[in-house]
């Protein structure tokens, strides 16, 4: 089955400061990989995803990049603010037109310091 | 915006109770989910739902564990003779299709579950 590794598990940046969070997926059927943020007591909120029929992708201060060769996917946050601050997931899906399974990484806590 | 709903947010139950959990997904939604995730850990699919019948299901959901979407819009996770290591957060999910473009689960609030 697909496993899904995550890294860093922590992340502390600066308020305005980028940060990346990488992941690394097993199986090569897997097309689809989206990534969720969870604040605290919260539930997983998807926050953008991508297929992998595309690169990049990027929304606002958001980005995520795809290498499907290397099986490994990114998450960019630029500009960051305390509001970022949050555990992030992201996860693999292979899409086959059936009720499909997401497999998570393990979650990077990321901190946003003033 | 419409959400899926869980509850109760919070079950503490004895070690061997039954609990059930539920949920009211999306109301146009078709495919749903069960993940849990143990505290500080990541999220952990346990069963998927099509059609009134289990689409996937992991090791994680044994024989202990059934779902059902008793009438249109509630769907239920019943542990028969909960555990100590039963105790998680629950988190329903729903998702309107399964094609590209439509894929996004959205997740419940989740339900605390306690086991003592």
């Known amino acids: 089955g697909e496993n899904v590794e995550q890294h860093p598990s922590t992340l502390s940046v600066q308020e305005g400061d980028s940060a990346v969070i990488k992941c690394t997926y097993s199986?090569?059927?897997?097309?689809?990989f989206p990534w969720y943020k969870q604040e605290l007591g919260k539930r997983p909120q998807l926050i953008i995803d991508?297929?992998?029929?595309?690169g990049e992708k990027k929304d606002q201060r958001i980005a995520v990049t795809l290498n499907k060769t290397a099986k490994h996917f990114s998450l960019h946050i630029t500009e960051t603010q305390p509001e970022d601050s949050a555990v992030y997931f992201c996860?693999?899906?292979?899409?086959?037109?059936?009720?499909?399974?997401?497999?998570f990484g393990t979650g990077t806590r990321l901190q946003v310091t003033l | 915006e419409p959400e899926v709903t869980q509850t109760p947010s919070h079950q503490v139950t004895q070690m061997g109770q039954e609990v059930i959990l539920r949920c009211v997904p999306i109301?146009?939604?078709?495919?749903f989910y069960w993940y849990r995730q143990i505290l500080g850990q990541k999220v952990e699919f346990l069963v998927s739902?099509?059609?009134?019948?289990?689409?996937?299901k992991s090791e994680i959901f044994d024989d202990q564990f059934s779902v059902e979407r008793p009438d249109g819009s509630n769907f239920t996770l019943k542990i028969r003779s909960t555990k100590l290591e039963d105790s998680a957060m629950y988190f329903c999910?729903?998702?309107?299709?399964?094609?590209?473009?439509?894929?996004?689960?959205?997740f419940g609030p989740g339900t605390r579950l306690t086991v003592l």
């Open positions: 999910a729903s998702s309107p299709a399964a094609g590209a473009g439509s894929n996004e689960q959205f």
């Open positions: 199986d090569s059927a897997s097309n689809y």
């Open positions: 991508i297929r992998s029929n595309v």
């Open positions: 996860a693999a899906r292979e899409e086959t037109g059936t009720a499909s399974k997401l497999t």
């Open positions: 109301s146009n939604h078709l495919y």
């Open positions: 739902f099509y059609n009134n019948e289990i689409s996937e």
